[in-house]
């Protein structure tokens, strides 16, 4: 997992955070390797066990009011408890007065102090998205994603089996593309990947024949969207006859990226086979199931249950023919 320095993070100026260094400059080599935000009032009323420090500390107007409300004493005591922990950085919301003694505490132990305009809601809402989108790991995949009825779907397969024609016949239909081609994917907190393009190849889609064709500007802002979550993975792949394939649907395949592990559908695609529609459908039957209901459960156990009649039936007869 990536990691960033406190002072990478007081440097940031697009994501808005408006923070500024008060004590602790010594200290902003410290640096952060999760997106979590905490809030350390447990800590300052002297409970400092679930204190952890790779994590940013923030101090809202609550945290602070109470920590000036007990004697200095006191608070300089837990101040020290707490700050002895080797903290990443202490963070003040709501751009308040900030007390001597926590200056020179922060000072003393080397610990970032810096304060914001933002309240604590916004704040933290703030550095929690800036924190995901730089520390939350990220790769690339090559393939096509789209976004079908809502569900995100990625389209792997080898090169020049039909990735991009399918995803196009989908745009034509009134689908829309995410990226093709290369795919940068990203984690976010608690399990959900998200898909986008690349910079230079945003909105590009490359047909054999026609070559690099630009989706935003051939059908418009609404055929594109910058990103998705990736809720189910299919790869085409080349019809081989006499190789069995999936013709029930029971059995639930699934593909990991990043520790998620996500619905994968495996499609042979050759002549004769509409490789959009197929497409389709399956996202169509991937939102039947998150909505608990699965087609081919439903045909097995009716399929069971006829069986289970007919031999009932078939059994009762016999008997019955046995008494007479």
């Not at 004493?73 to 751009?95: G, H, M, P, Y």
């Not at 397969?157 to 290369?182: F, M, N, P, Q, T």
């Amino acid at each position: 997992m990536s990691e960033l320095t406190i002072q990478e993070i007081l440097d940031e100026k697009e994501a808005g955070l408006d923070l500024e260094l008060l004590a602790g400059a010594a200290g902003l080599t410290h640096k952060v390797s999760v997106p979590r935000i905490q809030k350390p009032g447990l800590a300052l009323a002297g409970y400092s066990s679930s204190l952890h420090h790779d994590r940013i500390q923030v101090l809202g107007s609550t945290e602070l009011s109470y920590l000036t409300t007990m004697p200095q004493e006191k608070a300089v005591e837990n101040l020290r408890r707490i700050l002895v922990r080797n903290l990443s950085c202490l963070i003040i919301t709501k751009d308040q007065v900030v007390p001597d003694y926590l200056i020179q505490q922060a000072e003393s132990y080397n610990t970032p102090l810096l304060r914001t305009r933002h309240l604590s809601s916004s704040f933290i809402s703030l550095i929690t998205k800036f924190l995901e989108e730089r520390l939350l790991p990220t790769s690339t995949l090559h393939g096509v994603l789209i976004d079908i009825l809502g569900v995100g779907v990625l389209l792997q397969g080898k090169s020049g089996v039909g990735k991009s024609e399918c995803a196009l016949e989908l745009i034509l239909r009134g689908y829309r593309l995410v990226a093709d081609d290369v795919i940068k994917v990203r984690l976010k907190l608690p399990s959900v990947i998200f898909g986008e393009g690349m910079d230079l190849l945003h909105y590009h889609m490359e047909i054999r024949g026609l070559g690099i064709l630009n989706i935003k500007h051939l059908f418009g802002v609404a055929a594109i969207r910058e990103r998705k979550k990736i809720d189910m993975i299919i790869e085409l792949v080349q019809w081989e006859d006499g190789k069995e394939y999936d013709r029930l649907g029971l059995e639930e395949k699934t593909m990991e990226i990043h520790g998620v592990e996500l619905p994968y559908v495996r499609i042979p695609v050759g002549p004769g086979r509409n490789a959009g529609t197929i497409v389709e459908v399956a996202a169509r039957n991937q939102l039947l199931k998150e909505m608990g209901y699965h087609s081919a459960q439903e045909f097995q156990e009716l399929l069971e249950t006829r069986m289970a009649e007919t031999a009932r039936l078939h059994a009762h007869t016999i008997i019955g023919d046995n008494l007479e």
